[in-house]
């Protein structure tokens, strides 16, 4: 969350955006809800933006760069760091979460590193199961 917030505060900021650190940190913390997170905070952004600013050019830059923070965050940064914390490559992390999110919804998305890892520490303790 702490890099997400980073990452779109300094987007904001660049572009010119006014309390461009409160939009990055809201952005991060609604990043927590998966799909409608992003999208309520860059509308949120976008509605706020539009009352402070004339420049209409910032909407589609505001758009376009916490979309790219959002893309990198969903398939590199969040399967690495969860990855290395847990232990777990970073692809069956990412196949796990798509995995959980196709059979259960958005509780599989939040319940699919947990299971990953206990399996892993189970299948780690029993010889037959070891790779």
């Given at each position: 969350?702490?890099?997400?917030?980073?990452?779109?505060?300094i987007v904001l900021l660049i572009i010119g955006?006014?309390?461009a650190i409160f939009f990055g940190v809201f952005a991060a913390i609604l990043n927590?809800?998966?799909?409608?997170?992003?999208?309520?905070s860059i509308a949120f952004t976008v509605i706020v933006t539009l009352s402070t600013s004339s420049n209409m050019g910032n909407i589609v830059w505001i758009i376009i760069g916490m979309g790219c923070v959002h893309l990198a965050d969903a398939n590199f940064i969040l399967p690495k760091v969860v990855g290395s914390k847990v232990r777990i490559n970073?692809?069956?992390?990412?196949?796990?979460i798509v995995a959980g999110a196709t059979y259960?919804?958005?509780s599989?998305?939040?319940?699919?590193?947990?299971?990953?890892a206990v399996l892993k520490i189970i299948f780690e303790?029993?010889?037959?199961l070891k790779p």
């Open positions: 969350m702490v890099i997400v917030a980073t990452a779109n505060s955006v006014k309390y927590i809800i998966p799909y409608a997170g992003i999208f309520s970073a692809l069956i992390s990412f196949v796990g259960i919804g958005v599989g998305i939040f319940l699919a590193l947990p299971v990953i303790r029993i010889d037959s």
